[in-house]
Antibody, heavy 120, light 106 residues
Framework: EVQLVQSGGGLVQPGGSLRLSCAAS????????MHWVRQAPGKGLVWVAR????????SYADSVKGRFTISRDNAKNTLYLQMNSLRAEDTAVYYC?????????????WGQGTLVTVSS | EIVLTQSPATLSLSPGDTATLSCRAS??????LAWYQHIPGQAPRLLIY???NRATGIPARFSGSGSGTDFTLTISSLEPEDFALYYC????????FGGGTKVEIK
């Protein structure tokens, strides 16, 4: 079964750091681009970051550029999101998602989500 | 920046009804549009890609149409598990999602 299992969320103070993980199984992880998407409380989905198959090319939303870093370990089949200098407005459920070339590069599947709360 | 506007915000229907959801883009996205179903607490699920193609395993009661700026997701004969949130997404220019439509039980 193709699956993405997330971990690493929690409560962090403003200015703090957190690393999210997304463990992939059931497919050849190293062959797919991966993304992070977030959803703030009561709001819609917002794209956060993207990484290519070997991690050499990344892209970020302006709101997180310079503070968040997307990375991957293909040997461990795991995607990461390192979040630094966290702000209250970063509070959200974060989802990882595979860019699936079998469905013309749309997001499929998604992880179950992990909640990040930035508060003092 | 392309903005996607979904309407209505909430759709109140009964099982067996047909749901018609709209997604309008601020400029043409050609057919680079997808629809996702999201049940809170679960992973979002790809339903329709490239405006009208059903994703693997998606029941035939889900259909998509449109191109350019106006798109529609139709759910025929609503099942109890279809009451959820629905989002459209474009990737013609960067990546953006619509604000969502909630399909709730009337």
């Amino acid at each position: 079964e193709v699956q993405l299992v997330q971990s690493g969320g929690g409560l962090v103070q403003p200015g703090g750091s957190l690393r999210l993980s997304c463990a992939a199984s059931g497919f050849t992880f190293r062959s797919y681009w991966m993304h992070w998407v977030r959803q703030a409380p009561g709001k819609g989905l917002v794209w956060v970051a993207r990484i290519d198959i070997d991690g050499r090319d990344t892209s970020y939303a302006d709101s997180v550029k310079g503070r968040f870093t997307i990375s991957r370990d293909n040997a461990k089949n795991t995607l990461y999101l390192q979040m630094n200098s966290l702000r209250a407005e970063d509070t959200a459920v974060y989802y990882c998602a595979r860019q699936n070339w079998n469905s013309n590069n749309w997001f499929d599947p998604w992880g179950q989500g992990t909640l990040v709360t930035v508060s003092s | 920046e392309i903005v996607l506007t979904q309407s209505p915000a909430t759709l109140s229907l009964s099982p067996g009804d047909t749901a018609t959801l709209s997604c309008r883009a601020s400029q043409s996205v050609s057919s680079y549009l997808a629809w996702y179903q999201h049940i809170p607490g679960q992973a979002p699920r790809l339903l329709i890609y490239d405006a009208s193609n059903r994703a693997t395993g998606i029941p035939a009661r889900f259909s998509g149409s449109g191109s350019g700026t106006d798109f529609t997701l139709t759910i025929s004969s609503l099942e109890p598990e279809d009451f959820a949130l629905y989002y459209c997404q474009q990737r013609f220019n960067a990546i953006a999602f619509g604000g969502g439509t909630k399909v709730e039980i009337k």
